[in-house]
């Protein structure tokens, strides 16, 4: 319907020079002639979503996957559903996203690393226990394993009595790479072995 599609141009022009409420009206006519066509569904969903109309852009965001599903509408419907806090929600609708190799794609697959690496850090970072033999000094060696960027990494160097000593790692540490730091935490070669260590953070680099 050619009369809907110049609607959608028309709202796509009005949220240009920021006449988001005429815009509004605008997706709503070309919706009202086309409605069995996504595009019109989605753009005003991104533009509720701008509003901060968090439940009409979900619902058109919504219609708009299913008349045609989209990386794009799936990242807006993570983003919308982890702003809401429903990270479970978030997970698949990242999860859908990450399957295309545009930006919608990277975006959901940073998304994604960031959700893991709050839930599960020891997934992505590998960690070891070493001692400098000149200082006697405990030293922690951490090894990336993720697709992106790392840092603020946080490990725990746990002693014999269940003590934890925090250990940070500013970073960034890019990916297959590794990071070293000596701790102030002394050792002979009787107690190392009993030493254990534990990842307790890590955030990907934007």
């Known amino acids: 319907n050619r009369e809907g599609l110049f609607y959608e141009l028309k709202g796509a022009a009005l ?20 409605p069995h066509y996504y595009s019109p569904y989605f753009q005003r969903g991104l533009l509720l979503q701008s509003m901060g109309d968090t439940e009409h852009a979900k619902a058109d965001l919504a ?7 989209t990386a794009v509408a799936s990242l807006a419907q993570g ?41 599960a850090p020891h997934k992505y970072v590998e960690a070891r226990l070493g001692m400098n033999a000149a200082t006697n000094r405990v030293t922690v060696e951490v090894f990336n394993l993720a697709p992106g960027g790392i840092k603020n990494i946080v490990v725990n160097v746990i002693s014999a009595n269940g003590q ?21 935490l002394s050792a002979t070669s009787a107690n190392f072995n009993s030493l254990r260590i534990a990842v307790v953070r890590a955030e990907p680099v934007e």
């Not at 240009?16 to 086309?34: R, V």
């Not at 219609?63 to 599903?69: F, G, I, K, V």
């Not at 940070?168 to 000596?182: F, M, S, Y």
């Open 79 to 119: 983003q919308l559903a982890l702003a809401g806090g429903d990270t479970r929600s978030a997970y698949q609708h990242f999860d859908r996203a990450q399957q295309s190799s545009g930006r919608a794609g990277d975006a959901a697959r940073h998304a994604l690393l960031k959700l893991d690496l709050v839930k």
């Open 164 to 184: 934890p000593l925090p250990v940070n790692l500013r970073g960034p540490i890019a990916p297959g790479k590794t990071a070293r730091v000596e701790t102030a």
């Open 15 to 34: 949220v240009h020079t920021g006449d988001k409420k005429a815009a509004l009206a605008s997706y709503g006519q070309a919706i009202s002639l086309n």
């Open 63 to 69: 219609a708009s996957e299913r008349l045609l599903p």
